[in-house]
C-alpha cells in the first residue's frame, strides 16, 4: 500500500488549501481514509474520516470548516480547509487501515500564518 499526499503549503489566516491523498496498492473503495495531523510539540490527531459507505466524520476543531471527499474510481482522497487558522498548522497525514494494520502517508506540512 502506498498513500502520496500533496497540496500543502503557507496560507495567511482565513486562506484555503485542498490536500490530495492518492492511494495504489489496496482496494481503494472498500477501504476508510482519514487525514490525520500533528503540530509541533503535539500527538497525532483524527482529522477526519471518510468510510467506505460515504460517511464522514471530523474533529470538532475542523467541523463546518474542512471537508473530507473521496473519489473511488480515482482512489484518491481530499481534504478541502477554509477558514484557516494559524492552529491548524501542522503536518497532514492521510491513513488508513488494510489488511490488519494501518498505512501512512508522507505527511504534507500546512503553515498558518496570522
Known amino acids: 500500500v502506498q498513500l502520496q499526499a500533496s497540496g500543502g503549503g503557507l496560507v495567511q489566516a482565513g486562506g484555503s488549501l485542498r490536500l490530495s491523498c492518492k492511494a495504489s496498492?489496496?482496494?481503494?473503495?472498500?477501504?476508510?481514509m482519514s487525514w490525520y495531523r500533528q503540530a509541533p510539540g503535539k500527538q497525532r490527531e483524527l482529522v477526519a474520516n471518510?468510510?467506505?459507505?460515504?460517511?464522514?466524520n471530523y474533529a470538532d476543531s475542523v467541523k463546518g470548516r474542512f471537508t473530507i471527499s473521496r473519489d473511488n474510481a480515482k482512489r484518491t482522497v481530499s481534504l478541502q480547509m477554509s477558514s484557516l487558522k494559524p492552529e491548524d498548522t501542522a503536518v497532514y497525514y492521510c491513513n488508513t487501515f488494510y489488511r490488519l494494520r494501518a498505512w501512512w502517508g508522507q505527511g504534507t506540512l500546512v503553515t498558518v500564518s496570522s
Open positions: 471518510s468510510t467506505s459507505g460515504g460517511s464522514t
Open positions: 496498492g489496496m482496494v481503494f473503495s472498500i477501504s476508510a
